[in-house]
């Protein structure tokens, strides 16, 4: 080879590697002016589910999260959310005693310190879960929020029925990692739904609204209803006999949302 080859050589050569290394470069600072640009949520912000870097207090460090409960028998779990209330609270209370039905509530802090009295003693067969302290969506709150949010309501509960609730179900159903991060400090599974009642579409006509819901129920289903709110929902709570009556004659039994979780268990009839 000449030696103008081998100059050329050396020459392509140093030109190639300073272009990678300036390559490099570039890209190193167009990477970190990109990263500069992200507006990650801070640890403990509604959309994390840990905070910060010390060690955490996370309970049992483990969540439990349930929509429904996958199991062949004819369990359903029956809930009412948003309450307690003078208005309907107590129509809903005494139809399941009439029909010896028992139901999980998921009540609501404030609503449980203003009506205390409309769930006192009344609520021995059933169970009680934590719906928040004024309803809020957690999901938007950070972690010490929500957390103060479903402490609050977790102690009212408690000292009001004398039940410590270990279910929670979030606002709206809402599940922000401040939720998360909350629920396993209190030790609690997050409860949602797999079936939900829908007033709207049967005005006036509780009867057509009981027989969709009880077509619509499988096993293992966990059904949402609410025992406060605007007054469409009557529909659903004057069809709820209608509801136990043809969910029964289906081969359903009624049990507790903390029951149908143990569905290996033989719950105690309500036939």
């Known amino acids: 080879m000449s030696e103008g080859a081998r100059g050329w050589c050396r020459r392509d050569l140093l030109r ?47 969540l439990t999260a349930v929509w429904s409960v996958a199991t062949e028998r004819p369990l359903v779990a029956l809930t009412f959310d948003d309450g307690p209330a003078p208005q309907w609270t107590p129509m809903v209370l005494d139809t399941l005693a009439q029909h010896q039905v028992p139901a999980t509530f998921f009540l609501v802090g404030t609503q449980v310190r203003k009506h205390a009295d409309v769930v006192r003693g009344r609520l021995a067969e059933h169970e009680v879960g934590n719906h928040s302290w004024a309803h809020h969506d957690l999901a938007q709150r950070d972690a010490a929020e929500a957390y103060d949010d479903l402490s609050r309501s977790h102690d009212a509960i408690a000292d009001v029925t004398g039940t410590p609730p270990r279910l929670i179900r979030p606002p709206y159903g809402h599940l922000g990692g401040a939720v998360l991060h909350a629920a396993v400090r209190l030790d609690c599974r997050l409860v949602l739904w797999s079936l939900q009642m829908v007033e709207g579409q049967y005005p006036n006509d509780p009867v057509g609204h009981a027989r969709r819901i009880v077509g619509d129920v499988r096993p293992g289903t966990i059904l949402l209803g609410h025992d406060v709110g605007r007054r469409n929902r009557l529909v659903a709570l004057n069809g709820l006999p209608d509801m136990i009556s043809g969910l029964r004659d289906r081969g359903f039994t009624f049990v507790t949302v903390s029951t149908l979780l143990r569905a290996g268990v033989s719950p105690a009839s309500t036939g």
């Open 16 to 62: 190639r590697g300073t272009l990678l290394v300036g390559g490099a470069v570039v890209g190193a600072g167009a990477t970190e002016a990109w990263r500069r640009t992200q507006r990650l949520p801070l640890g403990g912000g509604p959309a994390s589910a840990t905070v910060g870097n010390s060690n955490q207090d996370v309970g049992s460090g483990a």
